[in-house]
């Protein structure tokens, strides 16, 4: 099965970054010199990814416009000679086929991934959270496929995580099938620690088949009055086979602040026009501290 779709689900309301995020979308938010979407958007095309479909919302219009073309933009930049900065511009439009569709009430995850169904259609698709920033020589999302291509099930990546952070998460329950490759037997979302199944949880990527459209349809609204994805993995594991991916790489949750901030400091030391700067910049700033 070849995994050609990917789903980005960005219609939250990135409460946890406002005002920031009033009026800018948070996955709009620019890491170093891109937004956040497009790290994003080019880890799902380094994964081999084709079409892409972004759940927005009407607040959210930002998005569309940053993949578009500018032409204004880029006659002028060709004109005043920053030719480089003109294809850079122009790329971004390029990148992949990028469809949009709205969410029209905020009705949490499961109910944003339903809007996808008819951009899905039958076949096996990719789901990676709006506000999760991977980074890993291999893409994340490229594990993951390898994982539902070589052994025919669906697919989630998961870390370990403290204590006091698997409350925050979905935890799984899950047997060693293959090196970093476990079969999933079931899941619980922000569980207690008496509930929890272990302290691997899930983190923004996604292997779906189109079976979950059907369970997510007939999925009550769970916590704050949101359709919880969890509840539909918990289901969908029991009928088809599912795995859980131990991912090699580190995870930046840039929609709270602290994340956001870890992700802005590593990949700013890694941009060779700023990184030496800012190395001696913090360096300087914990000396006087
Ligand atoms: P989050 O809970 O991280 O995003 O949802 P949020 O709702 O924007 O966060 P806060 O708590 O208000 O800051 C996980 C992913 O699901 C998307 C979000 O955009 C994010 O990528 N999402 C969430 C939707 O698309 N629709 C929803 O109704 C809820």
Redesign the pocket.
């Known amino acids: 099965m070849k995994i050609r779709k990917a789903v980005i689900?960005?219609?939250?309301?990135?409460?946890?970054?406002l005002p920031a995020t009033k009026t800018v979308p948070?996955e709009m938010l620019p890491l170093v010199d891109k937004p956040v979407i497009q790290y994003i958007i080019e880890e799902a095309v380094a994964s081999g990814i084709e079409d892409i479909l972004i759940?927005t919302n009407r607040a959210k219009s930002a998005m569309d416009d940053y993949f578009d073309y500018y032409p204004e933009l880029e006659h002028t930049l060709l004109r005043t000679g920053k030719d480089d900065m003109a294809h850079v511009v122009r790329g971004v439009a390029d990148m992949a086929n990028i469809f949009y569709v709205r969410?029209k009430e905020?009705?949490?995850?499961g109910?944003?991934v339903c809007r996808a169904r008819r951009f899905v259609g039958d076949e096996p698709f990719a789901v990676l959270?709006?506000?999760d920033v991977m980074m890993y020589e291999k893409p994340v999302l490229r594990q993951l496929i390898d994982a539902a291509e070589k052994f025919s099930g669906s697919a989630i990546g998961v870390q370990q995580v403290s204590d006091q952070a698997i409350s925050s998460y979905s935890s799984v329950k899950m047997r060693p099938l293959e090196g970093r490759v476990y079969d999933v037997l079931d899941l619980n979302e922000k569980p207690t620690q008496e509930e929890k199944f272990s302290n691997y949880a899930v983190l923004g990527r996604y292997i779906l088949t189109p079976d979950i459209f059907d369970i997510l349809e007939k999925t009550p609204a769970g916590r704050n009055g949101?359709i919880q994805l969890t509840d539909g993995l918990a289901q969908l594991c029991k009928t088809n086979r599912m795995l859980a991916v131990d991912f090699e790489g580190r995870r930046y949750d840039t929609?709270n602040l602290k994340g956001f901030l870890e992700a802005t400091v590593d990949f700013a030391l890694q941009t060779p026009d700023v990184g030496p700067w800012l190395r001696d910049f913090i360096k300087e700033k914990a000396e006087s501290l």
Request: glycine share 22%.
């Open positions: 689900p960005a219609a939250g309301l990135g409460t946890r970054m948070k759940v969410q905020t009705h949490g995850l109910h944003a959270l709006g506000d949101e929609g």
